[in-house]
T-cell receptor
């Protein structure tokens, strides 16, 4: 069974640029959640996708957007990067039989984004 | 909104017991999770409580009191590899997101 993978591992961007982060879900999982983790803080929920549709969103501006593909892999896009966007971005996959059901989330190793 | 509090740091000796407390005030509740996160790595699932009481899993136990908005994670027979950050997370009624505390960094000393 393949676990959750993310790419790239590290990324350096400058203010105003755009970035795309990628996540491959664990085999058999249909739900992916994205989190932002600043240094020394807990992960903050960005949004979740279930069967290619957004299933909930945290307190992040619209310049944070996402996609989920038919194979359940996912992308997180961030436009107009700001210095405060520097963080570890984690994706977590789970298996849900409907949007609202128990599901343990398995996290990927994360992408470390640095905005200069 | 969600407010989840846990201590910032704890230090304990190898072989000892450490208890990490977590208090929460949330607009909804549908389960509390504990995760372990080593530096530079992904969080890994440790335990899940949705009903009051104690859940035991090997050296790790987790307790929940919903009326008090309180949970703790108990780590027994501490090993050096237990040095990590421990994250308390609450799932709300919508089931789609976890709200995390800032994490407790546990340092195990020989």
């Amino acid at each position: 069974e393949t676990g959750v993978t993310q790419s790239p591992t590290h990324l350096i961007k400058t203010r105003g640029q755009q970035v795309t982060l990628r996540c491959s879900s664990q085999s058999g999982h249909n739900t992916v959640s994205w989190y932002q983790q600043a240094l020394g803080q807990g992960p903050q929920f960005i949004f979740q996708y279930y069967r290619e549709e957004e299933n909930g969103r945290g307190n992040f501006p619209p310049r944070f957007s996402g996609l989920q593909f038919p194979n359940y892999s996912s992308e997180l896009n961030v436009n107009a990067l700001e210095l405060d966007d520097s963080a570890l971005y984690l994706c977590a996959s789970s298996l849900a039989t409907r949007p609202a059901s128990y599901n343990e989330q398995f996290f990927g190793p994360g992408t470390r984004l640095t905005v200069l | 909104g969600q407010n989840i509090d846990q201590p910032t740091e704890m230090t304990a000796t190898e072989g000892a017991i450490v208890q990490i407390n977590c208090t929460y005030q949330t607009s909804g509740f549908n389960g509390l999770f504990w995760y372990q996160q080593h530096a530079g790595e992904a969080p890994t699932f440790l335990s899940y409580n949705v009903l009051d009481g104690l859940e035991e899993k090997g050296r790790f136990s987790s307790f929940l009191s919903r009326s008090k908005g309180y949970s703790y994670l108990l780590l027994k027979e501490l090993q050096m590899k237990d040095s990590a950050s421990y994250l308390c997370a609450v799932r709300d009624n919508n089931d789609y997101k976890l709200s995390f505390g800032a994490g407790t960094t546990v340092t195990v000393r020989a």
